[in-house]
């Protein structure tokens, strides 16, 4: 392309320094100096007019050097317009964005149970707790009063009493339990495979009688087996209560 257009402008130059001398040559061989004369300069083609007529021969010459040259030009201006065009349509690569989509998850629905602690049985009955463990009764019998927790699946009534004896302390908040919490005191029983609640709260079997002890009860129920064996349901109510006389004093006597 650069070629063609090279060889064009040559040719224009050419055809217009060609049309200069044809002028010149067409001119009178000799001029006088009472001919009036109009030099005129003709700075396209370089030529140097004499006359009016070489004159005007000199401008027909130029029109048509101008009129070639404007044909160069545009020619020129076609083909770099082509060039460009093309250059502009090249295919460039698509940058595909992708979408981000953010999933929003609903979290699991958590375990929750309700928990409490009392040893109200003993309130009417101080006569016959051992004189040391009376500090320990609070005074309207309630250890723990009722609070809910939340608790992974699968665990048991005694993970929650344990649990709830660690991060509680009593109603009366009691220099006993301020720093450890309630105390709380269990033996395994291998015969039994379960586990077996000896005192809460400093309060144990026997204390209160010879039939007195811990058991518990789960929404309104006693379990007839170690509180290690029942596993928790959501939403279940477990209440661990201190009997006197083998449950016959809580409304569910031990057969």
Not at 6 to 28: E, G, H, I, M, Q
Not at 122 to 135: D, P, S, T, Y
Request: aromatic share 10%; with cysteine.
């Amino acid at each position: 392309m650069k070629k063609t257009i090279a060889l064009l402008l040559t040719f224009a130059v050419f055809f217009s320094f060609a049309a200069c001398r044809k002028d010149n040559a067409s001119a009178p061989a000799t001029m006088t100096t009472s001919t009036a004369t109009e030099k005129v300069y003709a700075a396209t083609t370089n030529c140097l007019v004499t006359d009016e007529a070489t004159a005007a021969q000199s401008v027909s010459a130029k029109e048509k050097t101008t009129l070639f040259s404007k044909v160069i030009t545009t020619v020129a201006t076609t083909l770099k317009l082509t060039a460009t065009t093309a250059k502009s349509t090249t295919s460039v690569p698509i940058t595909t964005v992708r979408e981000t989509t953010t999933v929003t998850t609903t979290a699991e629905e958590k375990n929750i149970c309700t928990i409490s602690i009392n040893c109200t049985q003993i309130i009417n009955n101080k006569n016959k707790l051992k004189a040391e463990k009376a500090a320990f009764v609070p005074d309207n019998g309630e250890i723990l009063k009722a609070v809910t927790v939340e608790f992974n699946e699968g665990e048991t009534a005694f993970d929650i009493l344990k649990r709830v004896c660690s991060e509680y302390t009593c109603n009366d908040n009691c220099r006993y339990c301020q720093d450890t919490g309630i105390q709380l005191e269990y033996e395994f029983t291998p015969g039994y495979n379960n586990y077996y609640i000896e005192g809460i709260h400093q309060i144990y079997e026997k204390d209160c009688g010879s039939k007195s002890g811990w058991m518990y009860e789960v929404n309104g129920t006693f379990p007839n087996y170690g509180c290690s064996s029942y596993t928790v349901e959501n939403g279940d109510i477990i209440e661990f209560v201190y009997t006197l006389n083998l449950g016959e004093d809580i409304g569910t006597p031990i057969n």
